[in-house]
């Protein structure tokens, strides 16, 4: 068992801990898809919705590797519809790029939940803070990457949470132990499971009022909102 010293890493995921996703994600499919209506009508008509989900449903199948690689899916099934509708390959490679770019724009406008900002603002000023996430989120685009001192994501580490390989990397990062590192994520087995077998504290982050797996054994920490993370980082460091 890790021994446990001074907290020195707060690690957090993203979607549906510091801004909920689902929306986000529809808008940003149907801004997408509202451009190749506008842009390329001959192929929309080849490239409805579930079209488009039975592209990517069989690119996982066929390379199971993409779970690891949202964005590689989302472009490469994007161009396989615009190949089924006509184009070229390069020509559909050039306009996944571009569908792609839409949808990455509008999935990175995201609303926070309350007090996800101030907190983060608190919380840099006394611990290291990093993102782990399975997503494809850009601190940047969203304008919180001077907050964080890494971001990894299953793209950028080649494994998705709750891999060993993303709460490893989050260490290496900020050169400090598990017992010094604290996870906070939505995920009951991606984030908290993942986080505990490898020494990890976690804290459950159930802004969404959810339920608990039966299955899993229960957890001691949890918020149902984001102010209340400094006090009980404060307890857990204590």
Not at 20 to 27: F, S
Not at 35 to 54: F, G, N, Q
Not at 64 to 79: I, K, M
Not at 218 to 225: A, D, G, K, L
């Amino acid at each position: 068992m890790t021994a446990m010293c001074a907290l020195k890493l707060i690690t957090f995921d993203l979607d549906n801990t510091l801004w909920p996703v689902d929306e986000v994600i529809r808008q940003a499919e149907q801004r997408c898809r509202l451009w190749i209506v506008e842009k390329h009508p001959e192929a929309a008509e080849l490239m409805d919705r579930d079209t488009m989900l039975a592209i990517r449903k069989q690119l996982l199948h066929d390379k199971p590797g993409y779970v690891h690689n949202l964005t590689a899916l989302r472009r490469d099934a994007l161009a396989q519809g615009f190949r089924q509708a006509g184009y070229s390959t390069n020509e559909a490679a050039l306009l996944a790029d571009q569908g792609f770019n839409i949808f990455h724009d509008a999935r990175n406008e995201v609303v926070f939940f309350p007090g996800a900002i101030a907190t983060l603002e608190r919380l840099a000023g006394s611990y290291q803070l990093g993102a782990l996430t399975n997503g494809n989120a850009d601190l940047k685009k969203i304008g919180i990457h001077e907050l964080f001192d890494f971001h990894h994501s299953s793209e950028s580490v080649g494994r998705r949470k709750p891999d060993a390989a993303m709460f490893q990397a989050a260490l290496q990062s900020a050169g400090v132990t598990a017992g010094q590192a604290i996870h906070i994520g939505d995920h009951p087995e991606e984030d908290i499971e993942g986080a505990r077998r490898q020494g990890f504290q976690a804290v459950w982050a159930n802004l969404l009022d959810l339920s608990w797996p039966e299955h899993l054994q229960q957890h001691p920490h949890q918020i149902h909102n984001l102010h209340e993370l400094t006090d009980l980082v404060t307890m857990l460091n204590d």
